[in-house]
């Protein structure tokens, strides 16, 4: 099975101008900043993107203007969900096209209570439409947004009608016992399991998971690849509970919008913190008791810890 | 407040080719023959018509045949629902730009535990951008699928910010107090509601209601306008029972499915039983038993009852 990715990957967070309007020339350096930092790849147009609150042709529009700017095409992985099989089709080739190392894939969440089948008859559809045997595509189970799961049984199934496709899958159903299961059934047969939360990525790695993909990630990937790349060591648990302790910091407030507060205050730029609706901002309360917060464990978006280990 | 609609409101089932194209010729027939069993309007594109199974393009697309086919675009209310702010503008401009009666609003239904506020930039960010006197929007509150509501206080909001624009309601909580609640609170100034489900249909005139939008249209147009005509009469009461009985019949089975089947059998056309994934059609069992259960009730697609109520 193919394995484009490892390590940690990061959801990048989508700038948008103060009018509402994607920022395409923050977004190319804000992903050049992440692979500096060590980001094993980018899994731009996620959840933590708010891409589901930007058009296809918005999305698009950000990974054609990352490629021209010479961000290695290998170390992307778009998300391409859509309702739709035809508007997926239509992301995914574009992202293909550009020789993208994967794309990660939402099941369609419009419609709630399909059937397994359902939801497999979309994605093999979606496949076959693409009909590309470059196509490294990673299942996206998030059940709190789509109620709609990618469980253990129907993963099987597509891995086992498209291996050389369907080679990983990100679980950010927060369930750690879900995560376990789809570990115990299909690490050792090479398929890539990527914790959705950087709070499992010791028990995932000690357990056959190939990294994680967080939304953490975008404030903090280099204590995250410490536990990355010393998990066999004595110090991993301790490392382990210092970004669990950074991520349950930000957790207390909305996650998106802090991350883009952060952001805002790390990088000096107060238009980080810009959100599309339904997103709210955090209010100026919330804004600085999250800094305070963060103040308080010593959190400086990795620099110190960065130079600390070199 | 401009009132465009009102009467028995159908959510056109959308007709896909063996392939699973969006066939426009049949689509076209469709319309007229709603239209022509004496439909209020034709709410085309929403969840019974499997419109986020459809890439804004297909719907604009099919749009497009509708107006050049002759269909009367003052009788149609398009479901203009996206996640996107930018989406969302681009389907309504489409809609006003044809000269649509009004649209059907979906609330952004990716992000889960949005706020309301969070809810109400994102329509007042539509309406503003879409920038047109002639849009008449209807909320579609729909939680069971979308999760995100529009609540009591939040619609109200939204009258008072956009009198002249947010005109109406469709509610398919299936929760008749939350029905009754709006009623209380909007029926009065002007404000359209129109139940989900025919089920509400006559308690729903009672209290104010202007018709509803539903579903079992696709099958029943002629039944459902007896009620809604007749509503006054003695007779009120059976005819909301007659009704009552034939939606609570074909809901037994999965809903679009059965629809789309009963469509088949009746206007003897096969390919009307495809849906799109991930949707499934009925099994050949349930579709035997699903028409065996009509013919039971005396279910004959409304002409004998239009017949003899001539």
């Known amino acids: 099975m193919p394995q484009p990715f490892a390590g940690v990957l990061v959801p990048v967070l989508t700038p948008f101008t103060p009018a509402g309007e994607p920022d395409a020339g923050r977004f190319v350096s804000f992903c050049r900043f992440l692979l500096d930092q060590g980001a094993g790849g980018l899994a731009i147009f996620g959840t933590t993107s708010e891409a589901n609150s930007m058009a296809g042709s918005e999305r698009m529009a950000l990974l054609d203007r990352l490629i021209a700017a010479g961000i290695p095409a290998a170390k992307l992985m778009p998300g391409t969900g859509a309702c739709s099989i035809t508007e997926a089709t239509t992301l995914i080739r574009h ?14 969440f419009y419609y709630k209570g399909m ?73 050792s047969g090479g398929f890539a399991i990527f914790p959705g939360s950087e709070t499992f990525l010791l028990d995932g790695l000690r357990n056959g998971a190939v990294g994680c993909i967080t939304a953490s990630g975008n404030v903090n990937v280099p204590g ?23 991520r349950m910091t930000i957790q207390k407030y909305p996650m998106v919008p802090a991350l883009k507060r952060i952001v805002a205050h790390f990088h000096h730029d107060p238009d980080w913190a810009v959100v599309r609706p339904p997103m709210e901002r955090l209010s100026e309360a919330q804004s600085a008791a999250l800094l305070a917060d963060l103040e308080k464990i010593g959190f400086t978006l990795g620099e110190c810890r960065r130079e600390a280990a070199e």
């Open 115 to 187: 059937t397994e089948q359902g939801v497999y008859d979309f994605v093999a559809a979606v496949i076959e439409r693409v009909g590309s045997a470059a196509l490294r595509m990673y299942l996206y189970h998030i059940p709190p947004q789509t109620m709609i799961p990618f469980g253990v049984e129907l993963v099987g199934r597509l891995i086992k009608a498209y291996p050389d496709t369907v080679v990983g899958l990100k679980d950010s159903s927060g369930d750690w016992n879900n995560t376990k299961a789809l570990l115990d059934a299909y690490a």
């Open 224 to 246: 995250i690849r410490e536990v990355y790349e010393n998990w066999q060591t004595p110090q991993a648990d301790q490392l382990q509970a210092d970004i669990t302790r950074a």
């Open 95 to 108: 992202a293909v096209g550009h020789g993208c190392g994967g794309v990660l894939m939402l099941p369609p």
